[in-house]
Every structure is written in structure tokens, then in C-alpha cells.
């Protein structure tokens, strides 16, 4: 089967990916309070266990750049800030302005226990960083971090980024926004998000990567890239990216969530693969935008998903219009992080 734009199969089996039920608030928002690093949005989270319990990491915005900062859980609606874990303030010029969350290497079984793996007695993570003030100004690159504290608060940095944007023309050729990385077989595979043109307008498409040494830190670009591409029309016809890709240990299949952008509005998808390379796409959003006035009713998108208690959970960034008090303190937009579940809420 060939990565193809218009590759979409109705009736594509994706029950048990589906998670109808929307928490409706925000599980982590913005502060709205000068100085914070989250002040005008909460965004992108990366969610998975560790000593016993549920952590995520999460990029707040503060009208500079992005900040990732550290949060457990142990419901997963109730977070405790435990403060920023990846600042700004790097004297290199790629990174300078922040340091955004991509993901942590930690199991990627849909169904396991989705723990933090140690690589040469370290734990490890990816992050995309832009390199002017401003919100996701110039063509991100990817760097690596580690730490062998156990609390999870003290990470150092690579000063060289280990992936960077392709040539220039390339789909993937203006610079890039998050990856994810997957454990796979002796190696690892490296899914990334890539920018087709500098300017508006562009779309943002998924390619792969394959780890050419134990390192984490070199990477061979798959040729028949890009592996998930936009639909030639539709709700994710301008991006299809924002990959969030698991093994159903039940089904035996890769499965991607992701995000989809028709120049309107974003919204989650799913796509399924046997090999994680050739992808079947679900025709529809599987985490639509709301109403007007819901919390996500202009986008529905970044996905990051977890099975706990026998209950899927799909968290994701809500955005809706601010309202006139709003507007002084988070801008045009409310931008926060939300959930939605395979089965209803119990508070």
C-alpha cells in the first residue's frame, strides 16, 4: 500500500480509538498573569508514567516564545505544576528563545504502562525549538536532553540540534515543529513534523527518520518521505501532522493519532499501518471541533492519548474566540488543554 494524499478507507475499523466524551474544561490552562511562562496559552502535552505515577510535560506561551514546564496527576484531570523543567536562556541561537516539548522516550504500547525508558542509565527527551521571539517564528529545529534525576527537574541539553529541516524546496524544507520518537526493534524511528514554505501559506505533512546509530542522536530520512500526507481535499487538506503514533499490542498495528487543518479549523484524527510506514487514514476527525461557544470551537487538535483504567483517554489543545474581559490577558485566543474519554466522566 503506497503513502497516498487521497489513501482514506471509509468504514476503516477505529472503534476502539474513538473517545466521544468531552471533559468540556480545561484539565491545564493559561495563567493570564504577567511574567508566568504560560500567560497567553497552554499547549501540547506529552503525558506517561514514572515511580508510580501519572506525569505530563506541557509548553505554555508567554509572548516570547515556548516554555515546557512538569505536572503529575493521579486522575488525570487534577494536575500539580511542579514548574518549568526545559526554560529558555540557552546561549545558543537556535534554542535561545525556548525549548518546546516534543516527547520523552517511554513505552509506546496503546495498552502498556507507558513508563519512561532509561537509555545508558539516563532518561531522554526530544524538543523543537524556534529560533526568534514570537509565536512559532522561523524553522524549528529538534534538539536532545537527559537526566538522571529521578524527580524528572534537571535536564541538560545538547547545544547542537540532532535533527534539522530539509533542503530548501523540500516538503519538509522550512523547518520543522515536533517528532516522536519509537523504540523499534534494536533501533529507533524518528516521525516528524515538517513545513513546506517559510511563509503562509504551507502544509505541514508527516515524514520518518531511522536512527543510524544507538545514539539518539543521528538520523537517516526515510526516501519515500513524506509517509502521511495532506488529503487532496477536505478537513486535512492543509496539514496532517502532529503525530502521535502507538503499537495496539490487541490489534497488533500501528496506530497515528494526529492533527488535521483544513485553513479553518483543526482537528484530531486516526490512522492505522502494519508497518508504521504505509498508513490507512480514517475519512473523518475523530476529535471534531465543537459548537460555538464550546471550548474547542475554533480547533481540536495535537493529540496525546493514554489508556488508564480501562478508559481511553485523547487529551488535546482546545481553542475558542476570548471574550472582551479575555482579550487583555490571553489576546484573540483561549488556548488550553482539554481531554476527551472512550466512556462519561465521573467528578
Known amino acids: 500500500m503506497e503513502a497516498d494524499p487521497a489513501n482514506k478507507e471509509r468504514g476503516l475499523a477505529i472503534g476502539s480509538y474513538l473517545t466521544p466524551y468531552k471533559y468540556g474544561k480545561p484539565v491545564i490552562g493559561p495563567s493570564g498573569m504577567d511574567g508566568?511562562?504560560?500567560?497567553?496559552?497552554?499547549?501540547?502535552?506529552?503525558?506517561?508514567?514514572?515511580?508510580?505515577?501519572?506525569?505530563?510535560?506541557?509548553?505554555?506561551?508567554?509572548?516570547?516564545?515556548?516554555?515546557?514546564?512538569?505536572?503529575?496527576?493521579?486522575?488525570?484531570?487534577?494536575w500539580t505544576d511542579l514548574g518549568v523543567v526545559l526554560p529558555r536562556g540557552s546561549r545558543n541561537p537556535w534554542d535561545r528563545v525556548g525549548r518546546a516539548i516534543s516527547c520523552v522516550l517511554h513505552d509506546v504500547d496503546l495498552y502498556g504502562n507507558r513508563e519512561l525508558i532509561k537509555k545508558d542509565g539516563k532518561y531522554w527527551l526530544f524538543y523543537h525549538a524556534y529560533p526568534e521571539p514570537g509565536y512559532e517564528t522561523g524553522g524549528a529545529a529538534n534538539g536532545l536532553a537527559w537526566t538522571t534525576d529521578e524527580e524528572l527537574l534537571d535536564w541538560h541539553f545538547l547545544d547542537e540540534p540532532v535533527f534539522t529541516k530539509g533542503a530548501e524546496g523540500q516538503w519538509d524544507g522550512a523547518g520543522l515543529y515536533s517528532v516522536w520518537c519509537v523504540p523499534y526493534k534494536d533501533s529507533f524511528r524518528l516521525y516528524y513534523n515538517g513545513k513546506s514554505n517559510p511563509s503562509w501559506p504551507w502544509k505541514e505533512q508527516v515524514g520518518l527518520a531511522m536512527a543510524t546509530d544507538n545514539s539518539l542522536r543521528h538520523w537517516e530520512r526515510y526516501a519515500g518521505n513524506p509517509i502521511h500526507r495532506v488529503s487532496l481535499a477536505g478537513w486535512d487538506s492543509v496539514f496532517a501532522c502532529g503525530q502521535h503514533v502507538l503499537w495496539d499490542s490487541r490489534l497488533q498495528q500501528w496506530v497515528q493519532f494526529f492533527c488535521g487543518f483544513d485553513g479553518r479549523h483543526a482537528q484530531d484524527g486516526v490512522s492505522i499501518s502494519a508497518d508504521g510506514i504505509h498508513w490507512r487514514r480514517h475519512p473523518e476527525p475523530i476529535i471534531p471541533v465543537g459548537a460555538p461557544g464550546d471550548l474547542d470551537s475554533v480547533h481540536a487538535h495535537k493529540p496525546c492519548v493514554i489508556w488508564h483504567e480501562d478508559t481511553l483517554y485523547h487529551f488535546y489543545c482546545a481553542v475558542r474566540p476570548t471574550t472582551t474581559e479575555e482579550k487583555p490577558m490571553f489576546g484573540k485566543e483561549y488556548r488550553c488543554l482539554t481531554v476527551a474519554a472512550s466512556r462519561p466522566f465521573k467528578e
Open 36 to 78: 508566568t511562562f504560560n500567560q497567553y496559552a497552554a499547549d501540547n502535552m506529552r503525558i506517561f508514567r514514572h515511580r508510580g505515577r501519572i506525569y505530563c510535560m506541557s509548553i505554555g506561551f508567554d509572548g516570547i516564545g515556548y516554555q515546557t514546564a512538569l505536572a503529575v496527576s493521579d486522575d488525570l484531570l487534577h
